[in-house]
């Protein structure tokens, strides 16, 4: 009887994860419509989300605020990092770019896991990571390179974000032993903030909206970062970092489209097969972990060290 509820519970983390992933599509969209630099976009994103999340922790049954472990004040320095070089990528490439390129990550967390924590990979995993990546450079060198200020360093900062979500991934893995979802986002969320305002003051941005629709937009990315981050990391305790990290690369699916809808970006048809490449290795990621890992999280509650911690890591399967 145990099997089929941890494989109930892998579906209903898998779900969680895909939907989240594409309310986060809807960044590099939001990002442009707030009229203000791209850290100073972050730093509106974290400072309209934390009222929300504050909320969330009194619920009476919340987490409260509790303190932060090291692992939630890492995943905040990385998370702030990520969003830095990215909102920055966004403006200066297509957001099918700055999106594809930043979600790289699945290369790095599996690297890592594999050398540092002993996560081998199964023959199906690699493939479905290779069609990932097939896809996503497929996305970046089918776009026609007419969008953006500065198409080729907005490239170059859009793929180092990979390796600051990669470290956020597995920071918020090993915060989520020790605590529920929404406690890890609220303390990543308030530890990033400060330094992403030092950024936007630091590099002379525009920190304040020109229009109400501008503030709008700066609201949405907060309620956004709420719905959509709440539910990743909340998956992270559920779900293998290296199977999550393929998953969410749905996200450069839904910012192509919208851009293409919202800003007239050219969706190539070589862009179109790489889409189709990501989810087909989604799909694949998914089928191949069916069967229950030994570092999968129990049903309710944050994980257990034991669990899904360090003593035990999760398998890729």
């Known amino acids: 009887m145990l099997e089929p509820r941890l494989s109930r519970s892998r579906l209903f983390a898998f779900c969680v994860l895909l939907i989240s992933a594409c309310i986060l599509g809807l960044a590099p969209i939001l990002v442009r419509l707030t009229e203000t630099g791209p850290a100073a976009a972050a730093f509106w994103r974290f400072l309209f989300a934390l009222p929300l999340l504050f909320a969330i922790g009194a619920l009476p049954r919340g987490e409260g605020v509790g303190r932060p472990s090291k692992w939630m004040v890492l995943a905040g320095v990385f998370f702030a990092l990520d969003l830095s070089f990215w909102h920055y990528g966004i403006v200066m490439t297509s957001v ?172 190539t048809p070589v862009q179109a097969l790489g889409g189709v490449l990501v989810l087909a290795a989604i799909l694949l990621a998914q089928w191949t972990s069916r069967r229950p890992a030994d570092g999968t999280a129990a049903e309710d509650g944050p994980p257990t060290k034991t669990d899904a911690g360090p003593e035990k890591p999760a398998s890729a399967v």
Request: aromatic share 10%; net charge neutral.
């Open 96 to 267: 099918a770019n700055a999106t594809v390129l930043c979600n790289l990550t699945p290369v790095v967390v599996t690297l890592f896991g594999w050398l540092a924590f002993r996560q081998t990979p199964t023959h199906l995993f690699i493939l479905a990571l290779v069609l990932a990546m097939g896809g996503a450079l497929a996305m970046a060198v089918g776009a026609d390179g007419h969008q953006g200020s500065n198409p080729r360093l907005g490239d170059l900062l859009s793929l180092t974000v990979s390796f600051w979500y990669a470290g956020y991934f597995l920071a918020v893995q090993q915060a989520r032993t020790t605590a529920g979802a929404m406690r890890v986002t609220l303390w990543a969320t308030l530890v990033g903030v400060i330094p992403l305002g030092i950024v936007g003051l630091f590099l002379g941005e525009d920190f304040i909206p020109a229009t109400l629709a501008g503030w709008g937009a700066c609201v949405a990315l907060g309620v956004m970062h709420v719905a959509g981050q709440g539910g990743v990391t909340w998956s992270l305790g559920k779900l293998p970092p290296a199977i999550a990290a393929v998953i969410i690369l749905i996200q450069p699916i839904v910012a192509g489209l919208l851009s293409w809808w919202i800003f007239g970006e050219t969706l």
